[in-house]
């Protein structure tokens, strides 16, 4: 069971530069989530998306954009990266059923933009 | 709006020695309560939940949380740790209510040594 895989593991991005990260899980899971992690300040939600053909905007959701075509995948795409976006971008998952919050990480994606 | 409040950015323990990590959150509705682990390049996994009932709830690993609603908080127990429990340990609150995500705090970087 792979359950939630997220590419590139690493990338280093001209600012500018369009970049898309890719997120797919095998769970069946309704919910999915991007959250961005920076040192000092713990994970902070993106965009999240309940079920499919449905987005939602989170925390910090300036300079980013995703789209749920189906149950399984979830990419997020920065259109013209900045350093500021510079960080570890996490995935997540969850049934999304009653609510109970439990969700399931990708191993993250470190993205350096310079 | 929620919020989350961990205490303490770091605490350095010696192995076998009890370990508290605080947790304080606010919420105008009623919450259910995480504690999330990250191991040093990995992503997140969960540790423990309150839903509802019991107070105290036991985790993986050893860990114990206790909910206390008149004080907000929902502080992480170990009464014995080990050098793998070294990690970063994250809070996390998401209001009872459908459609909504789970918020973090900053985290907490507990380090044990010999």
């Known amino acids: 069971i792979a359950g939630i895989t997220q590419a590139p593991t690493s990338q280093i991005l001209a600012a500018g530069r369009r970049m898309t990260l890719r997120c797919t899980q095998d769970?069946?899971?309704?919910?999915m989530y991007w959250y961005r992690q920076d040192l000092g300040l713990g994970l902070r939600l993106i965009h999240y998306?309940?079920?499919?053909?449905?987005?939602g905007k989170g925390e910090v959701p300036d300079g980013y954009s995703v789209s749920r075509a189906n149950t399984d995948d979830f990419p997020l795409t920065l259109a013209s990266a900045v350093p500021s976006q510079t960080s570890v971008y996490f995935c997540?998952?969850?049934?999304?059923?009653?609510?109970?919050?439990?969700?399931?990480f990708g191993e993250g994606s470190r993205l350096t933009v310079l | 709006a929620q919020s989350v409040t961990q205490l303490d950015s770091q605490v350095p323990v010696f192995e076998e020695a009890p370990v508290e990590l605080r947790c304080n959150y606010s919420?105008?509705?009623?919450?259910?309560l995480f504690w999330y682990v990250q191991y040093p390049n990995q992503g997140l996994q969960l540790l423990l939940k309150?839903?509802?009932?019991?107070?105290l709830v036991k985790g993986i690993n050893g860990f114990e949380a206790e909910f206390n609603k008149s004080q907000t908080s929902f502080h992480l127990r170990k009464p014995s740790v080990h050098i793998s429990d070294t990690a970063e340990y994250f809070c996390?609150?998401?209001?009872?209510?459908?459609?909504?995500?789970?918020?973090f705090g900053k985290g907490t970087t507990l380090s044990v040594s010999s």
């Open positions: 997540a998952s969850s049934s999304g059923q009653g609510n109970t919050g439990e969700l399931f």
């Open positions: 769970m069946r899971h309704n919910a």
């Open positions: 998306s309940n079920t499919a053909g449905t987005t």
């Open positions: 919420s105008s509705v009623s919450v259910y």
């Open positions: 309150y839903l509802s009932g019991s107070t």
């Open positions: 996390a609150v998401i209001p009872n209510q459908a459609g909504t995500a789970l918020i």
